[in-house]
Nanobody
Framework: QVQLVESGGGLVQAGTSLRLSCAAS????????MGWFRQAPGKDRSFVAA?????????YYADPVKGRFTISRDNAKNTVFLQMNSLKPEDTAIYYC?????????????????????WGQGTQVTVSS
């Protein structure tokens, strides 16, 4: 079992940066790949970024955020981060952290919501133009 709590959201201007954090509790964190998803008003939830389990040597990003966002993890602190640079108004959304237990879905990291087992409550990111 993994519990996830996101933090770090807020209201920022376009072109600036934010770093989201996701604190995980539960002894299976190191055995889970982690991901970030977002849901903008009136839109479906979409994949943002994912990182593989343990050392996090593999990462994957959605095209809209490639080159601007960076996902990382600190297993010693049971935390995953999403560094967001050069923010745009279209990045405005609720951002969700998710964890997927390795071996359960047959993937090294997930890019779809159904490949994840645990979800946080979300943190709001608003980017003004």
């Amino acid at each position: 079992q993994v519990q996830l709590v996101e933090s770090g959201g807020g209201l920022v201007q376009a072109g600036t940066s934010l770093r989201l954090s996701c604190a995980a509790s539960g002894r299976t964190f190191s055995n889970a790949y982690m991901g970030w998803f977002r849901q903008a008003p009136g839109k479906d939830r979409s994949f943002v970024a994912a990182i593989s389990w343990r050392g996090g040597s593999t990462t994957y990003y959605a095209d809209p955020v490639k080159g601007r966002f960076t996902i990382s993890r600190d297993n010693a602190k049971n935390t995953v981060f999403l560094q967001m640079n050069s923010l745009k108004p279209e990045d405005t959304a609720i951002y969700y952290c998710a964890a997927g237990e390795i071996g359960r879905h047959g993937v090294v990291l997930g890019t779809s919501g159904y490949e994840y087992d645990y979800w946080g409550q979300g943190t709001q990111v608003t980017v003004s133009s």
